[in-house]
């Protein structure tokens, strides 16, 4: 380890792609004018920190600093960042593909952001459940204004194009971005058939958070049984996949009402998910909302959506360690997640 001094900061970097790692001290950013620099005090994992460590999946170029979320304390902004200051909590997203990441990603004590990657803390919650929030509510409206065309009109400034589905299945509706997008669409649509799978321990949580029907994907027979949940028994207008989940239920696509638009939007995540001939396959990246109308909106007002009530913390978020020391040993913990958000403090 370098040694630490007032002038730098630590960031855990990984050498080469899988490791080895090391913690280094580096001098603190020299910040661009529209970016703020964060204290870090929460890394929250995401399965895309994993990817990048083993398969280098967004990595520019090794040494590099992962991590995609968190959350912490402004310590100094840049000359035209108008609307946060020194001493705001904040959460947001912190690397990926969406903004230069050329002073690493989360695993740091210190982290430059462009400021529209960034919430203030609402006011109603903890800042762990803070950095549990922008890239799973990103992720969701990606795919469902972005790719769907399907209108989320109370955010605000975003496109109001396009029509909502006569029904939805959101596939892992457990996962971050699974919850999200349940709440999302019952938020905008409160007749809605919003049908969703998960294992059985989460199916209240998921009709709490708008599901209409939440179907156990474990069980063999769960394409029958999320036909016999939707309306008239004939099947869904749309599928939002969130985890990959028809790359191991192949047949999953029979869900989907032949006499409707059959559209399956696909969270990127690495897995390739086969879709049969007929059916719309739309590839759904969170980072997408650097293009999307409204979209560098939309992470500054998950502060009001919270604290009005609009939108609530998807997941309930579990604390798995301290330090960036700790981080590498606890990281593997988010391929076992299940409806939850894992975090680090620091
Ligand atoms: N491209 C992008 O912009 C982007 C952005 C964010 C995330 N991602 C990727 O998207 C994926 C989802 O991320 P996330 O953070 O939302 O996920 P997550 O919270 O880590 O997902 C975990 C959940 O997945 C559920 N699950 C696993 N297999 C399932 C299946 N076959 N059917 C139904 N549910 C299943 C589990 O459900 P149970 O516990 O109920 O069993 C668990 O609760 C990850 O692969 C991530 O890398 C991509």
Redesign the pocket.
């Known amino acids: 380890m370098t040694s630490a001094t007032a002038e730098t900061t630590a960031q855990l970097q990984y050498m080469q792609k899988g490791g080895p790692f090391k913690i280094v001290h580096v001098p603190k950013p020299t910040l661009a004018p529209g970016e703020v620099l964060i204290r870090q005090r929460v890394i929250a994992f995401?399965?895309?920190d994993v990817?990048q460590r083993d398969l280098g999946v967004l990595v520019p170029r090794w040494p590099h600093v992962l991590g995609i979320e968190g959350a912490g304390i402004i310590e100094s902004v840049g000359s035209d960042v108008r609307d946060l200051q020194p001493g705001d909590e904040v959460a947001g997203v912190q690397g990926?593909?969406a903004h230069d990441v050329s002073w690493g990603g989360a695993f740091q004590e210190r982290v430059a952001v462009p400021a529209p990657f960034v919430a203030k803390k609402p006011k109603n919650i903890s800042l762990k459940e803070a950095a549990s929030l922008p890239?799973?509510f990103i992720?969701a409206v990606?795919a469902i204004v972005n790719s769907l065309k399907i209108p989320l009109p109370f955010l605000h400034g975003t496109s109001t194009e396009g029509q909502p589905p006569s029904s939805i299945l959101v596939?892992?509706?457990?996962?971050?971005?699974?919850a999200a997008a349940i709440q999302l669409l019952r938020k905008a649509y409160p007749s809605l058939p919003i049908l969703a799978?998960?294992?059985a321990?989460?199916h209240a949580r998921l009709n709490d958070l708008g599901a209409t029907s939440v179907v156990d994907?474990k069980s063999p027979s769960v394409v029958a049984d999320i036909k016999a949940t939707s309306p008239g028994a004939a099947g869904v207008d749309v599928i939002i996949d969130?985890?990959?989940?028809g790359a191991?239920?192949t047949d999953i696509s029979d869900v989907l009402d032949s006499a409707r638009s059959k559209s399956y939007a696909a969270?990127?995540?690495?897995?390739p998910v086969p879709v049969p001939e007929g059916v719309n396959k739309l590839d759904?990246?969170?980072?997408s909302i650097v293009d999307m109308q409204g979209g560098m909106q939309l992470i500054p007002s998950l502060t009001k959506l919270v604290e009005e009530g609009t939108y609530r913390v998807p997941?309930p978020v579990r604390v798995v360690g301290h330090g960036l020391e700790e981080l590498p040993n606890v990281l593997d913990e988010?391929k076992s997640?299940?409806?939850e958000?894992v975090v680090v403090t620091l």
């Open positions: 995401n399965l895309v990817k990926g593909g890239v799973g992720t990606s596939l892992g509706g457990s996962s971050a971005t699974g799978t998960s294992s321990k989460h994907y969130c985890v990959s989940a191991s239920q969270i990127i995540t690495s897995v759904v990246s969170g980072w997941l988010v997640v299940s409806g958000k």
